[in-house]
């Protein structure tokens, strides 16, 4: 991409974007350093010493969900192919069900900071730890890596900066200034950051919202009319389904499984797990997940208005000529409905945004190798629970170091990836979550019978699979918008892996569990009394 949205909208301000970024920079380093006055132990690093409540976390829930996907793809989406957009949104909020009703509550029960910690609770430590951890930090790698080339994209539109070296540097700002959160705040730093981007988020989407519903007297049906009357050759289909997906076959069956993966994989990311954690009890992580979807839910209704808005407002056809394509319909409609100040607060905003998701994910990976691997696996739990200010083989000093190595590793990735398609890696975290991660908590929740062998044929098989089937699809080569342009070496047809690796991971955990003697039925009992009753919870958070 070698123009840049600055230079192609007139009027954009880059000076006023810079300023509203440094302010918003500033302010939140502040809440950060104050956040991290108590950080003292292990709990308050990872898990915010549970000190927030059940509304608490289901903003940050939401802070840390909706990255600027949400904000920018979804509304540029519905602008470009009107419901079949939408249904993206459906995929998303419908995952939240997942989450709250079979694992949210029995999750904080039976964990402590990881997903290894549920996965270990009845099996074998070692193995299962690592295998947990190495799926884990997959997820958390590639979401890292989208986000931070998207960064490097969407900041260099909206700032105009012009060349690869300017993007390279928005690239290294960006972590540098996430390495800072999560080695100074921790979760509690990061929590507090993720609430103030979910309230600027939310509050700009609802002011554009009213912005645009005012412009045609708070009647939804003109909106949509003005839509399609602006929508040209495509208007008429913007109501209806098949805009997008339903020209073929496989095309039916490739948005069928990235809908099972954003359906199923929302419940297994593993930053999405951990904010279970930062709550005092269950209940209370069962709140949080219904104020996320509460929140969640309305956000999502926003972009309904904003995507069909910025179609009839801006126009479908000088949003795809715009560099950036879809996801410049946002922060077009805001220059056309606020003019550059509006513009500059929706690129401050989306700024926020990638920084708070960022955040949350290297918290997540530097915590999964720190507890997992370091303390539980390498040595054999002496290093767990250990404080932050303790010598050499403090686990937290670990987690830090961590942070630090897989920030530098975003950094070079985003570089690196920056020109090229990062669409295969958002599908690809959604995938292995849906796939190697889901299957064993489900298992490890719910069947008797499951034991180790299970879990590590489960993960790795399903993490294998998954990368497989992406590495051989038309997201990275034979297709006009896959990675690889230069080569065709693709035999998988869709997209999206997920309607094959999430049924052969399935498969896999019950094969493995099958094939094995292991059995434990008095672990499992325990299991199930503390998944859900929360009775011996507490002492799995004693350090």
Known sequence: MTTYLAAAVEGSRPGLNITIFAIFVAITLGIVVWASRDNRTAADYYAAGRAFSGPQNGIAISGDY??????????????????????????????????????AELLRNTGKFTLGDVLAFRMRQRPVRAAAATSTLAVSLFYLLAQMAGAGVLISLLLGVSGSAGQNLVI?????????????G????????????????????????????????FNFSSLLQDAVNHGGKTGAKLLEPGAKYGKTGTSKLDFLSLALALVLGTAGLPHVLMRFYTVPTAKEARRSVVWAIGLIGVFYLFTLVLGYGAGALVGPEKIAKAPGKENAAAPLLALELGGPVLLGFVA??????????????TITASASFAHDVYANVLRRGRGEGTDAGEGKDGEVRVARITAVVIGALAIVGGILAKNQNVAFLVALA???????NLPTILYSLFW??????????????????????????????????????SHDFHWFPLANPGLVSIPVSFALGWLGTVLSKEHDDGKYAE?????????????AVQH
């Open 66 to 103: 909706l990255s600027a996907a949400s904000f920018l793809g979804i509304a540029g989406a519905i602008a470009l192919y009107g419901y079949d957009g939408f249904l993206y949104s459906i995929g998303f909020l419908v995952a939240w069900l997942v989450a709250l009703l079979l694992v």
């Open 448 to 485: 008797r019978r499951f034991n180790t062998a299970g879990a590590l044929w489960s993960i790795y098989g399903g993490l294998a699979v998954t990368i497989v089937l992406i590495v051989f699809s038309p997201a990275v080569s034979g297709a006009p918008t896959a990675m690889i342009k």
């Open 172 to 184: 290294a700002v960006v972590g540098a200034i996430m390495i800072v959160y999560v080695l100074v």
């Open 186 to 217: 921790g979760m509690k730093g990061t929590t507090w950051v993720q609430i103030v981007k979910a309230v600027l988020l939310i509050g700009a989407a609802a002011a554009m919202t009213v912005w645009v519903l005012g412009r045609y007297d």
């Open 348 to 361: 401050a905003v989306a700024f926020a945004t990638i920084l708070a998701v960022v955040a949350g994910l």
């Open 430 to 436: 959604f995938a292995v979550a849906a796939s190697a």
């Open 527 to 539: 299991m199930q009394v503390r998944s859900l009753t929360g009775i011996g919870a507490e002492k």
